[in-house]
Every structure is written in structure tokens, then in C-alpha cells.
């Protein structure tokens, strides 16, 4: 039976390349995005929804479109998320910027994980699903010119040790991928600094990450190879997380 996966953030960049490559593996895959229309066709067995998860009526709407078409849910990839519009100090950043980063990265992937684990936990069978939230190295690095960010990843690691913990009896799997340097739409703006930064030896991989990469680790975390898993948090980032002299 083809799998069901739902994708948020599949717009662009990591949120796309997990959609792709679920695709790729033969799911089903619904995805949403705050685009208005899929700007690059993935075709094949690809849904499109244009929202926000941020917006609990968008969410309700994202998985009603999947259970209306295929009837189950069996994978939920959290991509989603944004960095601040500008980056701000610490000491003069605004409560505005905090909650927008906040609603949309931490409140929608709780929200939205909440609303599709109690649909998987219908689901048949001993395994009844996969949870992945893709959060960011800023979960435990500081950079005080982003702090809303980094707050708002340090979120989905414990949610992600929360539904790990309460979805285990149901043998749903919830796990986080952390990703470091990715070069996507939201590194683009910084990408000078971060070739200086590479350059300079701060990853022993030292490139740049593509949102394959991560996408890779999805793939590994959803195809039913890592059985005995769940709360956990995979480092896809060159190396950066390494403590080195």
C-alpha cells in the first residue's frame, strides 16, 4: 500500500527536496506552502496546498486534503519555518519579530504535529507512522543577533521529545533533524559570511549542505531502516556540532 506523506514548507528548499525524494521513494505526498501556486511542478503523485501552519485554519485544511483523498496519514515532515526579517540584537529585538518567528516555527510545527498524530494514531498496524521536525543547529547555538530563532528551534527539539515520549506506545517515531550551513532562499543573504566562515575551517566537511542533504535523512528516518528510534536528533551539518581543538 503507497505511503501518505504531508510536507510542510514545500515551497522551496529543505521543505521541497523531502517532498521530491519522498516522491522519489514512491509516497504520495501532500505538501503546503505560503507560495499561492507551485511555481516548479514536482509532478507524480504531488498535492499542493497554500497556507501558512501558523494559521490553525490552514493546518486543518492541510490534513483534511490528505485524509479527504487517500484516507490515512503515515509520514509528517515539519520543514517550515522562517528567520526574522531582520536580524536584531537581543537587547532591541521586537516583540513583533519574536512572535511571527515563533507562530510560525514552533507554535505551527506543535499545532500541526498535535492535529496529525491523532489522526496516525488510527492508523492499522503495529507501526502507524513517522514524525520528522526539522529544526536547526541555533537549537543549541547562540547568535544573539537572531535570538527569536534560535528560541524557536530549541522549541521543536522538545517537542520533539514530547511526542516522542507520548506517541511510543502507538509506535509512531517522532525525530529531529538538525541541519547546519544549507544554502537556501534564508542563507542567502548571509552567503559571504558563511564562505568566509567555511573558508576558515569552521566545518571539517567543508562545503556548504544542499537541502538533498538533509533530505537524505529524511528518506533514512521515514523508510522503517532506523526501528528502534525515536526522540532523537540527527546532526545533518558538516561536522559543525564537533568540539574542536
Known sequence: MKKIALV????AGIGRASAKALLECGYAVIGMGTREKETDPLGGEFTYVSGSIAEGADRERFVKTALDKYGR???LVNAAGVAPKVRADVLTMSEESYDRVMGINTKGTLFLTQLVANEMIKNEGESKGTIVNISSISAYTSSPNRGEYCISKAGVSMITKLFADRLA????AVNEIRP???ATDMTSGVKEKYDTL???GLLPIKRWGNPEDVAACVIALCNGSLPYITGQSFDVDGGFHLRRL
Not at 510542510?8 to 515551497?11: I, K, R, V
Not at 506506545?169 to 509512531?172: D, N, P, S
Open 8 to 11: 510542510t514548507g514545500a515551497s
Open 73 to 75: 496519514i503515515d509520514v
Open 169 to 172: 506506545e502507538y509506535g509512531i
Open 180 to 182: 547546519g550551513i544549507i
Open 198 to 200: 567555511i573558508d576558515g
